[in-house]
């Protein structure tokens, strides 16, 4: 190539050696013509352009219209000037010098470009970061300091000073960070490590020692100072005391901890939702209402699917009313649904949750009405059987009295209509208004009878008594009666069944009593299920009879065990039978439960106590 050649002759090299030297440069190296054509490259040229295409191109597209100026100003060979270029196309700063090789016709130039860029950048950054620190250390009012990798200080501002508690700079500036200025000497290495790996630590919570001894917690935030070749100097940065924030902090948690508690221990069941619906808080009492565990529906479950169909949105609109409580506010009884699907009543006490005025959750507080309405059940069955009993007993101190004085004159109507029944022929027409007379007088004996059994002060004998053999007993004497023939008779009755103590009589009266009702229920066809079975604690025995008859309205359900009521056509019944029965069974220190609806058939139980000892 005739530039080198030119090169060789100049230089009293060899043109190996000066190849090398040339292609070894880390300087990109072109030579062109006046026209600004490219002759020669070296290596590091064909790397800064980033181009294959090197040789032939033009100098001005490569390095700007620009250097016309700097080659203007060459006239004689060896002249030589240099400037710093923008090259944009590249995104690169060059510093370039170009030279006259051969001012002979036609010239030729050189020119070395030496990368500049990075220089250019960390000169940026250095001039950023002096103003930063300026701005700092004249501005910020949190402390601000620079420290070697060694772990002394260079500087820092006077809110660091105070932070510390040292009253001048030059005391800081002696003090040995890792075991001077951290309670945990081990953190300074993991600052130390986060900074190598990351640059920066930002928003780092770490003890630090002040002067007097005592911590304080700060916010350590810095970043890695570098020299020229990268190499970590040192660190400068901003600390921020929260000793304060961190007390407040650990006291609100305390309190919110203290409040959780008081939420968990609840015994009513405690949901918090925001204003999507969203379910925030579910303690146990909840869980243990609803079925659900609360990571099952805290921010997975909606607040609507704990109700039934719209009642969500019901209660929502009951809150934002000034009718149910004050707005905000409300309180009343509905249904929720557990896991399963199944209705629970519950007394709501919800409020919404204001910020600033504007609405940001609802609270709702459940309260489980199933054991109140239970106790209120057997409050109403207990009232009623005490009702029931002042009743009888009312009526059993008057039946006691009015009884035997009606028995006698009903003898001396009966014996005088029977009489003047024999004296009649059978063609006679007055015979049937006797035989009524006798018929009706006979009735009202089996009435004063039953008043009698009824008012029956003294107890009766009593003996152990087995229950199945009674109930079989009574069905015997009833099975060939008329009204039984199209009934089936379902026994299911327990063989180990312990005896009752009791008399034998009256409890088959009040078994045959209870089987005639069904069968009259049951209008002459139908089922008859006997059972009797033991109770769970073992003290009671339970005899149930159901049937498959018309049911009793829940209107009347109440009044059935009252003295004459009956729902039998007149001179079908006197209203006593189950009066006596629920007498009886009450003498034997048992009750009766009945269950019915209507169209579907009653379940009257009897139940006794069992004997001691079997």
Not at 102 to 110: A, M, V
Not at 223 to 237: F, K, L, N
Not at 468 to 483: D, H, Y
Request: contains cysteine.
């Amino acid at each position: 190539m005739r530039v080198v050649e030119n090169m060789v002759c100049h230089m009293g090299l060899s043109e190996g050696d000066l190849r090398v030297i040339v292609e070894m440069s880390n300087d990109a190296i072109l030579v062109f013509s006046e026209e600004g054509k490219v002759e020669y490259a070296n290596r590091t040229a064909f790397e800064f352009f980033g181009r294959k295409g090197l040789l032939g191109s033009s100098v001005f597209e490569l390095l700007g219209d620009g250097v016309r100026e700097a080659f203007s100003a060459l006239r004689g060979k060896g002249d030589k000037v240099c400037q710093e270029l923008c090259l944009e196309g590249i995104g690169k700063v060059a510093y370039a010098c170009f030279f006259l090789m051969d001012d002979g016709k036609p010239r030729r130039f050189c020119a070395y470009l030496t990368d500049v860029t990075s220089r250019r950048e960390f000169e940026e950054r250095l001039r950023a970061s002096e103003r930063r620190y300026r701005e700092l250390f004249e501005k910020v009012q949190e402390g601000v300091f620079i420290s070697t990798v060694e772990g002394r200080f260079l500087d820092c501002n006077q809110a660091f000073l105070e932070m510390l508690g040292y009253e001048t700079k030059e005391e800081l500036l002696e003090i040995f960070i890792p075991t001077d200025l951290y309670v945990n000497p081990e953190d300074r290495k993991f600052l130390q490590r986060q900074i190598q790996q990351e640059g920066y630590i930002k928003d780092w919570e770490v003890e630090f020692k002040r002067k007097d001894g005592s911590r304080i917690t700060v916010l350590h935030t810095a970043h890695a100072v570098r020299d020229e070749s990268g190499r970590i100097v040192g660190y400068e940065g901003m600390s921020v005391d929260i000793t304060q924030r961190k007390r407040l902090e650990e006291e609100l948690k305390a309190s919110n901890e203290f409040l959780k508690g008081i939420i968990e221990s609840s015994p009513y069941g405690i949901i918090a939702t925001d204003m999507k619906g969203n379910i925030l808080i579910f303690n146990r009492a909840a869980e243990e209402l609803l079925g659900y565990r609360a990571e099952e529906v805290i921010g997975k479950m909606h607040i609507s699917e704990l109700y039934p169909p719209g009642m969500a949105k019901e209660v929502m609109k009951k809150l934002r009313s000034e009718d149910y409580g004050g707005k905000g506010r409300f309180s009343g009884e509905l249904k929720v649904l557990n896991r399963y699907g199944e209705e629970i009543p519950i007394h709501l006490s919800a409020a919404l949750v204001y910020r600033d005025g504007k609405e940001v959750a609802s609270l709702g507080i459940f309260t489980d009405l199933r054991p109140r309405l239970e106790m209120e059940k057997r409050l109403q069955e207990t009232q009623l059987q005490l009702l029931q009993s002042e009743k009888l007993r009312s009526l059993g101190e008057m039946a006691a009295g009015v009884a035997h004085e009606i028995n006698n004159p009903l003898g001396g109507i009966l014996l005088y209509a029977s009489l003047l029944l024999e004296e009649l022929s059978p063609e006679d027409q007055k015979r049937k208004d006797v035989e009524r007379i006798v018929s009706e007088a006979t009735r009202c004996k089996e009435i004063v009878k039953s008043l009698l059994e009824f008012a029956r002060q003294s107890s009766p004998d009593k003996e152990l008594v087995n229950v199945n053999s009674a109930i079989n007993e009574g069905l015997l004497f009833l099975e060939n009666q008329a009204t039984f023939h199209n009934i089936r008779i379902v026994k299911e009755l327990d063989p180990g069944l312990p005896p009752v103590y009791g008399n034998v009589g009256q409890l088959k009266q009040v078994f045959m009593n209870i089987m005639l009702n069904a069968v009259d229920a049951m209008h002459g066809e139908g089922t008859l299920t006997i059972r009797t079975s033991l109770s769970q604690d073992a003290r009671e025995v339970i005899i149930s009879f159901t049937d498959t008859g018309v049911g009793i309205p829940k209107e009347i359900l109440p009044r059935i065990f009252d003295p004459f009521f009956t729902t039998k056509e007149v001179g079908k019944g006197t209203g006593l039978g189950l009066s006596v029965s629920y007498g009886i069974v009450k003498e034997h220190g048992g009750r009766i439960e009945v269950e019915s609806e209507v169209g579907k058939g009653s379940t009257f139980r009897v139940i006794l106590p069992a004997a001691e000892g079997y």
